[in-house]
T-cell receptor, first 113, second 113 residues
């Protein structure tokens, strides 16, 4: 199994601060996805990064895929309470021809007013 | 507006009872999945389906069973619930091919007492 390690496990910040969460693997992924899960709900897809070195922006969220396609980061600028949630990264298993996803354990982000 | 629906949202049942968790999607996706999620742990795949009449067990050993008689419907059944089955169960679907993101339902929080 290709492991995806996410760090930190938990992050608590105040509104207006910036934060970065990481997703690392020893394996190469053809793409990586980021999801956000709010309490009591299922994960919601935020973005898919495909090309090594790719940077994608979604409003105040910036996603980066490592050059070697083994890692990714999510940076939030001026965090708001609505950014609170569990952030999960996931990538398709290269050993699986059907492309089932491997998920990390997630980073729990809490943004307090 | 959710395109994938799970019922019930919450369920508390006694040991030994038979239960069925419902999952339906309106997107026409061929692929559907059941994941188990526990706090601080990665999502574990317990069942998946590539299409009608196609189901496979996932990575995590599970005493549950699934069926896929219609494209839109992917119910999960526990013949005899035990306290060890207490968990959050997430249903998801995706388009065919690699690299597509998952659409998750809101989940069923199951407690077996």
């Amino acid at each position: 199994t290709q492991l995806l390690e996410q760090s930190p496990q938990f992050l608590s910040i105040q509104e207006g601060e910036n934060l970065t969460v990481y997703c690392n693997s020893s394996s190469v992924f053809s793409s990586l996805q980021w999801y956000r899960q709010e309490p009591g709900e299922g994960p919601v897809l935020l973005v898919t990064v495909v090309t090594g070195g790719e940077v994608k922006k979604l409003k105040r969220l910036t996603f980066q895929f490592g050059d070697a396609r083994k890692d990714s980061s999510l940076h939030i600028t001026a965090a708001q309470p609505g950014d609170t949630g569990l952030y999960l990264c996931a990538g398709p298993r290269t050993t699986d021809s059907w492309g089932k996803l491997q998920f990390g354990a997630g980073t729990q982000v809490v943004v307090t007013p | 507006e959710a395109d994938i629906y799970q019922t019930p949202r919450y369920l508390v049942i006694g040991t030994g009872k038979k239960i069925t968790l419902e999952c339906s999607q309106t997107m026409g996706h061929d692929k559907m999945y059941w994941y188990q999620q526990d706090p601080g742990m990665e999502l574990h795949l317990i069942h998946y389906s590539y299409g009608v009449n196609s189901t496979e067990k996932g990575d995590l050993s599970s005493e549950s069973t699934v069926s896929r008689i219609r494209t839109e419907h992917f119910p999960l059944t526990l013949e005899s619930a035990r306290p060890s089955h207490t968990s959050q169960y997430l249903c998801a679907s995706s388009e065919s091919g690699k690299g597509y993101g998952y659409t998750f339902g809101s989940g069923t929080r199951l407690t077996v007492v």
